[in-house]
């Protein structure tokens, strides 16, 4: 899965101290539990949440638009990050909510084959906003 691939790719490059805040396959019904708290962000991190996504030769990020609610509601409580890690391209960029919030006027949206729909950021888009945090 691209999502469990980028998390790796975090944990073994995110410098700065992390702990976990999500919910990695729990081993109860998590469809049971409130959905902002299905959608907790991954990580955090010192003022900030930390959102991990994958993503692979597509090259398109597809967010969920129940996980952009739910990590606005955790945006209340502190800073929402995304750490986007591209397998295909082998790259990362980290951005704000905010910065991805802002592409998604322009994004498709899209359904998962159950039917989950998601909108489909190409990552043209997110590798563009900002250049300078871009690594290799």
Do not use: C
């Given at each position: 899965?691209?999502?469990?691939?980028?998390?790796?790719?975090?944990?073994?490059?995110?410098?700065?101290?992390?702990?976990?805040?999500?919910?990695?396959?729990?081993?109860?019904?998590?469809?049971?539990?409130?959905?902002?708290?299905?959608?907790?962000?991954?990580?955090?991190?010192?003022?900030?949440?930390?959102?991990?996504?994958?993503?692979?030769?597509?090259?398109?990020?597809?967010?969920?638009?129940?996980?952009l609610a739910a990590?606005?509601?955790?945006?209340?409580?502190?800073?929402?990050?995304?750490?986007?890690?591209?397998?295909?391209?082998?790259?990362?960029?980290?951005?704000?909510?905010?910065?991805?919030?802002?592409?998604?006027?322009?994004?498709?949206?899209?359904?998962?084959?159950?039917?989950?729909?998601?909108?489909?950021?190409?990552?043209?888009?997110?590798?563009?906003?900002?250049?300078?945090?871009?690594?290799?």
């Amino acid at each position: 899965m691209l999502g469990d691939r980028a998390e790796r790719e975090f944990e073994a490059r995110y410098r700065n101290g992390f702990e976990r805040a999500g919910h990695k396959r729990p081993r109860f019904r998590m469809r049971d539990v409130h959905p902002y708290e299905r959608q907790r962000p991954d990580y955090i991190v010192t003022g900030a949440y930390i959102e991990v996504m994958g993503m692979g030769e597509e090259q398109v990020l597809k967010l969920k638009i129940d996980k952009l609610a739910a990590l606005r509601f955790w945006r209340l409580l502190m800073p929402v990050r995304f750490w986007i890690w591209d397998s295909f391209k082998r790259r990362v960029i980290e951005l704000p909510l905010e910065q991805v919030e802002e592409l998604i006027p322009n994004a498709v949206i899209a359904f998962f084959p159950e039917g989950t729909p998601y909108y489909q950021i190409p990552a043209g888009g997110l590798f563009q906003e900002a250049p300078p945090n871009v690594t290799t």
